[in-house]
T-cell receptor, first 113, second 116 residues
Framework: DAGVTQSPTHLIKTRGQQVTLRCSPKSGHDTVSWYQQALGQGPQFIFQYYEEEERQRGNFPDRFSGHQFPNYSSELNVNALLLGDSALYLC????????????FGNGTRLTVT | GDSVTQMEGPVTLSEEAFLTINCTYTATGYPSLFWYVQYPGEGLQLLLKATKADDKGSNKGFEATYRKETTSFHLEKGSVQVSDSAVYFCALSDLMGSTSYGKLTFGQGTILTVHP
């Protein structure tokens, strides 16, 4: 049973570019959340998707957007990249009705130069 | 808003030493509390949780007690092993809130290194 898978594992982009990160949730999970973890910091909540809709959002600008597909997989898009967007981006999945059981992927390391 | 504060790190211990990592929180509701562990190159794994005051979460020899009066959730282990070396995150979530949907608020993390 595959857990949460994220791609790519590493990515290098230039300031001003756009990036798309992908996440496949654990089998049976229907809810996907995204977190940003800057170096030496704890993860910060970006947003959560359920039933293909963004239903909760953290304190992140509109440059951060996402999507959830009918198969529950998800994408995180970041436009107009800034140096400060360099971080580990974590995807977490869960099953609605069992919010205690959150499973994290290994993350995508984004470096903006 | 909600926040979590962890003790400053890093923490370096010898094998079989006693471990305490302090965690305090601020929350407007009645949060559930968690400890997550992150091994090098891996994602976060849930270590233990407690959902109401005075609950004790435990797993793999680690334990933490939900103390509402002191708003704390300190992590302890009686005898650490080299394999416990990792980053430990305290977190909270207002899982019972009507609009929380399980969002986690994390502390800044504590790096633990255990030497043989």
């Amino acid at each position: 049973d595959a857990g949460v898978t994220q791609s790519p594992t590493h990515l290098i982009k230039t300031r001003g570019q756009q990036v798309t990160l992908r996440c496949s949730p654990k089998s049976g999970h229907d809810t996907v959340s995204w977190y940003q973890q800057a170096l030496g910091q704890g993860p910060q909540f970006i947003f959560q998707y359920y039933e293909e809709e963004e239903r909760q959002r953290g304190n992140f600008p509109d440059r951060f957007s996402g999507h959830q597909f009918p198969n529950y997989s998800s994408e995180l898009n970041v436009n107009a990249l800034l140096l400060g967007d360099s971080a580990l981006y974590l995807c977490a999945s869960s099953l609605e009705g069992n919010r205690f059981s959150l499973h994290f992927g290994n993350g995508t390391r984004l470096t903006v130069t | 808003g909600d926040s979590v504060t962890q003790m400053e790190g890093p923490v370096t211990l010898s094998e079989e030493a006693f471990l305490t990592i302090n965690c305090t929180y601020t929350a407007t509701g009645y949060p559930s509390l968690f400890w997550y562990v992150q091994y090098p190159g891996e994602g976060l794994q849930l270590l233990l949780k407690a959902t109401k005051a005075d609950d004790k979460g435990s797993n793999k020899g680690f334990e933490a007690t939900y103390r509402k009066e002191t708003t704390s959730f300190h992590l302890e282990k009686g005898s650490v092993q080299v394999s416990d070396s990792a980053v430990y995150f305290c977190a909270l979530s207002d899982l019972m809130g009507s609009t929380s949907y399980g969002k986690l608020t994390f502390g800044q993390g504590t790096i633990l290194t255990v030497h043989p």
